[in-house]
């Protein structure tokens, strides 16, 4: 699934004050690996896999991998690959644990591997 930024900044739900300026480039394309509570996760401008709120994205390809594990949970969709479904993955590897971080990038290259190069 690819997405296409068409704003990198909102405003903060706390302070409605304060402007939020995301590491994403405004009309870039970003491929979407997961989907956590409607949430959109993606590696952003520096390579973090992040979770976005869709409403800064519009849909450019829709096709998802056919592998991805999806379930519904109190009406929000979640959707990743096996390799990273397990639940806590990405707060795992926000903290750093070597497996998931391992795990991570293992998949990361895997997918390299296999994507069309521009």
């Known amino acids: 699934m690819k997405v296409r930024c068409t704003s990198n900044t909102e405003q903060d739900d706390l302070d409605p004050s304060v402007t939020v300026q995301h590491a994403l480039t405004a009309g ?15 590696l952003d401008d520096f390579g973090c896999p992040t979770l976005f709120a869709p409403h ?3 849909t450019v390809d829709p096709a998802r ?4 594990i999806v379930r519904q949970e109190d009406g929000a969709e979640y959707a990743y690959a096996p390799e990273l ?3 806590g993955f990405f707060e795992d590897y926000h903290d750093r644990k070597p497996d998931a971080v391992r795990a991570f990038y293992q998949y990361l290259n895997q997918r390299l ?4 190069v521009a």
């Open 65 to 68: 991998p056919t592998q991805w």
């Open 28 to 42: 870039g394309v970003y491929e979407v690996i997961g989907i956590e509570a409607d949430w959109y996760r993606l």
């Open 85 to 87: 479904a397990a639940p």
């Open 56 to 58: 800064l994205f519009e």
């Open 113 to 116: 591997r296999l994507t069309d």
